[in-house]
Nanobody, 126 residues
Framework: QVQLVESGGGLVQAGGSLRLSCAAS????????MGWIRQAPGKEREFVAV????????YYADSVKGRFTISRDNAKNTVDLQMNSLEPEDTAVYYC???????????????????WGQGTQVTVSS
């Protein structure tokens, strides 16, 4: 399993941007699909975005599609989430997550992931 550490959270005004980063340890990072999950206060964890092990495929929740972009660098063992046009509803703790994958399948839901980071807080003020 990979160990995951998030960074880049903070406070931003509505309409602003933030870039989250996740650093992963382990020699087999390129075998893992990587995703971002978030949890707002009093709510269940919500799938945000995922990128396949190769970086060739991505998938987004409807709520962030067109505003967020997930990317990865397998040489650096990192995965990023660029968040633009942020809204107060995006306020949450954001978690990096991973799942060892084979072939073309990759996780699309919270329950599909197997390892998690400790999270980074994103707060969007109105």
């Amino acid at each position: 399993q990979v160990q995951l550490v998030e960074s880049g959270g903070g406070l931003v005004q509505a309409g602003g941007s933030l870039r989250l980063s996740c650093a992963a340890s382990g020699r087999t990072f390129s075998s893992y699909a990587m995703g971002w999950i978030r949890q707002a206060p009093g709510k269940e964890r919500e799938f945000v975005a995922v990128i396949s092990w190769s970086g060739g495929s991505t998938y987004y929740a409807d709520s962030v599609k067109g505003r967020f972009t997930i990317s990865r660098d397998n040489a650096k063992n990192t995965v990023d989430l660029q968040m633009n046009s942020l809204e107060p509803e995006d306020t949450a703790v954001y978690y990096c997550a991973s799942r060892l994958t084979y072939g073309s399948w990759f996780p699309h839901a919270v329950g599909d992931f197997r390892s998690w980071g400790q999270g980074t807080q994103v707060t969007v003020s109105s």
